[in-house]
């Protein structure tokens, strides 16, 4: 079977079990007598500020889909296509209880259609069935968060095809917070592993996407926030004694993670970003599914860089490598070198 056929077969699939989805627009007049609000979003590592309401509130979301041409790494450009102008799109704090509004819009010079999965939503394809928008049109989905945790969402447009969506960039986290929120942390990071499968190409070439490599797993870039250099560049910093809490996607398409932190134990592990399970305590590794995630906390006793990876080891050399840098003073009762 070709691989243009078994393409078009699947993507015929999941076409129409879209178009049986049940039309749920929104209505004029349907709000509730909630407060509304709007969501701050945030490109990563940033995280938008705690939730500290403890009423439900109608949360309005705002997200827009775009193609360009970035930087991959420092040797090569790449067409992304992603949400609010970064790869991964931003991340979306809400809470559980919370009526989520999403107002997406594709932005007019767009070559494809494109809508959103959020694996937070209840209900045909996370949401996607209500939010194909064509370039220049905006769709809306109103959806009520039912379970706390740190959740995955991507495009799930079947043309050209899912796959393709998602290897280009299309995806981010929306945080369900349970009720009175998470207990107080001095930093909170969002970190997005995800791979690129591209075709060859040379230095300072814009590398084309590789549907064939994508069908192989065979990734040119396992990368951390949308760039090989991204966590070396910009590292993420904090100081002795803080308790950091690090929101961690695996956005695949295809790889499941190994996600470790050198140097580091996890004090807590809130195993596939399941906020109404207790955590895992003192791991070392974590898996992270394709289309998963993982909230871990730790505390950082003693300073110097550390370096966040994937134990599949041979990933850094693929770019899968980020730096967290830790300052303040030596702590010798906790690790120290002897003559
Ligand atoms: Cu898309």
Sequence with gaps: MSIS??????????????????????????????ETIKAVVTAAPNVPPPITRHEAANVIVELEASEWVGKLSDDNNYKFWGFNGTVPGPMVRVMVGDTVEIHLKNKADSKESHNIDFHAVTGPGGGAAMLNTEPGQESKLRFKALSAGLYFYHCATASPSIPEHIANG?????????????????????????????????????????????????????????????????PLKAKVGDTIRMFYINAGPNLVA????????????????????????????????AGGSSMAEFKVEVPGTYLNVDHSIFRIAKGAVGLLKVEGPEQPDIYKGLK
């Design 5 to 34: 056929f078994s393409r078009n077969l699947r993507n015929a699939g999941l076409i129409s079990a879209f178009v049986i989805a049940p039309c749920l627009a929104i209505a004029p007049g349907a709000a509730s007598a909630m």
């Design 170 to 234: 299309m995806y981010g986290a929306i945080l369900v917070e349970p009720v009175g929120g998470l207990k107080h942390v001095e930093k909170e990071f969002y970190v997005v592993q995800s791979e690129f499968y591209t075709k060859e190409g040379k230095k300072g070439e814009t590398l084309e996407f590789s549907f064939e490599n994508g069908l192989a797993e065979a990734p040119s870039h396992v990368v951390f926030n949308g760039n090989a250099q991204s966590l070396i560049k910009n």
């Design 258 to 289: 190994s996600w470790h932190i050198i140097g580091e134990i996890f004090d807590r592990v809130y195993m596939h970003g399941s906020l109404t399970t207790a955590p895992l305590e003192g791991l070392q590794t974590t898996l992270v599914p």
